[in-house]
């Protein structure tokens, strides 16, 4: 895989601080049963990261002290760590809202076939991945069967409330493009699902999310591979929008890594570009209970322009909408 990192480093992006933090993003190991080309966490079947008990034990002495409002736990497939479902119970008790970036194929894996009904009855709200609404363009994406097998995961989520008004269970699908271009207008897209997925399947969902494709890990190196990572990185800084800057998610969010070390977002995360500290050359979240994170400089390269470009891009899709 080539190294994305030494042509971002060096970067003309906008200096931006911390606000006060709501969200915390948990990546709970790198484990995944797919292994999509566009993977910004080049998670796959062999990785073998995955958060221990004591480590997610530090995460909930964090999430007790804190004001945090979401938690928001993502992978590879989080649900593969076993310590998945002792998290979201520990959660719950706490009243924050808990986000499942679930990638709809895991629902069918052997030993899950009850992680949907597991999420419904704790009111996880899901945010499942699905970069079309067309068989042929997902699989290519992210493999063989695995339009079939999220259309069945979806049809489940739709039985057990999900995506339905007034149920509390909220489906978010997450959508982003095929190759290195950027995403259509959220808002148009989302009218295309919902006529899409609605007419040939019968599913409905709440709300898509459109995200940017990161010039980083497997797609980054797959752009380097194809001669189009300085395209693609121009494309992303021609459509800069200053008034993205104010709303990117590493503003209000905080990722924290499977061995409890601590970013200002995934992307930086995956990139190894730690929190900055005063006292430490990286910060681990059992440090962190009592630390006032607002007004911290913010770690800042060249994929943030994904975060900027257009419509603006983060966890939750398009910024400007
Ligand atoms: S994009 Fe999601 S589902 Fe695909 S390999 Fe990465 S973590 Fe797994
Ligand atoms: S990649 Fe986006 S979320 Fe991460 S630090 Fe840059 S602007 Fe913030």
Redesign the pocket.
Known sequence: MHATLPLIRNTKFPA?TRRKLETLQVNLGYRCNQTCVHCHVNAGPTRTESMTRETLDDVLAFLRASQVSVLDITGGAPELNPHFRALVRAARELHVRIMDRCNLTILEEPGHEDLAKFLAAQQVDVVASLPCYLEDNVDRQRGKGVFDASIRALRALNRLGYGHPDTGLSLALVYNPQGPVLPPAQRQLEADYRAQLGERFGIVFDQLYVITN?PIKRFGSMLISKGQFTHYMDLLKNAYQPANLDN???RTGLSIDWRGYVY??D??QMLGLPLVSRERTRTHVRDLTGSNLKNNP???AD??Y???AGQGS?CGGALAS
Do not use: K
């Open positions: 931006i990161m990117v998610m590493c200002d977002c992307f930086n913010i770690v800042v994929h943030c994904g975060c900027t983060s």
